[in-house]
């Protein structure tokens, strides 16, 4: 008999807590991230005050630096620590599948000078447009379109580029290139970066709108990412018919892989937890767990370097996590955490190595207190000790602390 009946896991996508031992072999615009502190950071610099966080034991997370994120409470609702990632990568879906129990012990490829020649030539063939060379490199999304939105408005050629992240993004202007040609040069990009030397972990379609000197990207957003190479705790649960819910990008972070309830993608932070409310909500969702990524804390603000859009997402998550408590049912058990870090304040537009928070609270947890220090995937075997289910690759259950 399972100890919780349903289990919901929210991503808070980027909000690492400290440094991780190893973020020095990491770099970030040739800085070594061991300075990197996203949560820390951003109190430091700009303020921070999330009391609901606070009162699970946000606060209460141990810390090697001085920097603190909140105060600590002397009597938390719940349980917390930090965790430390394994895998060789500092990217999303490195960081999900970790979370989902994978091992990655060969990163994805990278492309720091841009994308090879052949490359770019295929999709030209392919598309019958043209692709702007000067595009091709690690790019802010936004930055991006600022330079050569102007330019693709007239001549409808392709903005291609990457970032530190294994990806290849294509930006395409919604009046100039349909969604649905976007979506489809996509997708024969997807087909010719599935092995070395070009194994990407993304395809990432970027539509906006607007005029040039006010671009706005779109919620169209579309992710091709390739599939988990070993089963996770997801194919686990799904293989045992255990409902499996996922929000925002999670299904394609997954390929859909081991997802049976795919509730769509996030316009916001806000619609994304209006959607795992809604989730909660559901008469039929009796006994499983939900997956729940929230993405505007990484791609608005981190990427970015803005350490006050940053504080204020975080503020208003925190605002509204009573309401995702309130929909809890008494034997469900909601965990938090990140897949990485982004430091807003750090050097270059990158992610950053670092620990992530975990939180974990159910109205029906008599006790609270500090978990141990493990690693992403304990989050999985958790899981999966709960369910009844064999863990994937790696991972230990604390589900016996959860008291």
């Not at 690690?138 to 991006?144: C, D």
């Not at 579309?222 to 799904?238: E, G, I, Q, Y």
């Amino acid at each position: 008999m399972s100890k919780f009946k349903r289990i919901h896991l929210v991503v808070l996508d980027s909000v690492g807590i400290g440094a991780a031992p190893d973020a020095n072999n990491f770099v970030n615009a040739g800085v070594p991230d061991g300075a990197s502190d996203t949560l820390g950071h951003i109190s430091k610099s700009v303020g921070l005050n999330v009391p609901n966080m606070a009162k699970i034991g946000l606060g209460n997370i141990e810390r090697e630096t001085a920097l603190k994120t909140v105060p600590a409470e002397a009597n938390p609702s719940g349980y917390y620590t930090k965790l430390e990632e394994v895998s060789l990568g500092k990217d999303t879906m490195t960081g999900h599948w970790e979370i989902m129990g994978l091992n990655i012990t060969e990163p994805f490829d990278t492309f720091w000078n841009g994308f090879p020649e052949e490359i770019l030539t295929k999709i030209e063939e392919f598309s019958g447009r043209k692709v702007i060379r000067e595009a091709n490199k690690p790019y802010s999304g936004t930055a991006v379109i600022d330079d050569f939105g102007p330019r693709q408005m007239e001549t409808g050629e392709l903005i291609i580029y990457t970032s530190a992240d294994p990806v290849l993004q294509i930006a395409a202007h919604e009046d100039i290139i349909p969604l649905d040609e976007l979506y489809r040069i996509c997708e024969y990009a997807r087909s010719i970066t599935l092995e070395r030397p070009a194994l990407l972990g993304r395809i990432i379609a970027r539509p906006y709108v607007g005029e040039p000197g006010n671009f706005t990207r779109t919620a169209n957003r579309r992710d091709l990412a390739v599939s988990p190479f070993a089963p996770t705790v997801l194919d686990k649960l799904n293989e045992a018919g255990i409902d499996t819910y996922a929000v925002g990008k999670i299904n394609d972070i997954f390929n859909g892989a081991g997802i049976n309830h795919d509730m769509g993608h996030n316009k916001s932070n806000s619609h994304g937890m209006d959607t795992l409310i809604k989730t909660m909500g559901l008469a039929e969702f009796e006994k499983g767990f939900s997956f729940t990524n929230l993405v505007d804390f990484d791609a608005l603000y981190g990427h970015r370097r803005n350490a006050h859009g940053y504080r204020d997402c975080l503020h208003e998550f925190d605002e509204r996590l009573p309401e995702i408590i309130a929909a809890m049912r008494e034997d469900d058990l909601l965990m938090i955490t990140a897949d990485h870090g982004n430091d807003p304040t750090y050097a270059g537009t990158d992610h950053t190595r670092e620990y992530i928070p975990l939180l974990a609270y159910s109205p029906s947890l008599k006790g609270n207190g500090h978990l141990p220090i493990g690693h992403f995937a304990d989050i999985s075997a958790t899981i999966a000790d709960n369910f009844g289910v064999d863990k994937a690759m790696i991972g230990e259950s604390f589900l016996d602390k959860l008291v």
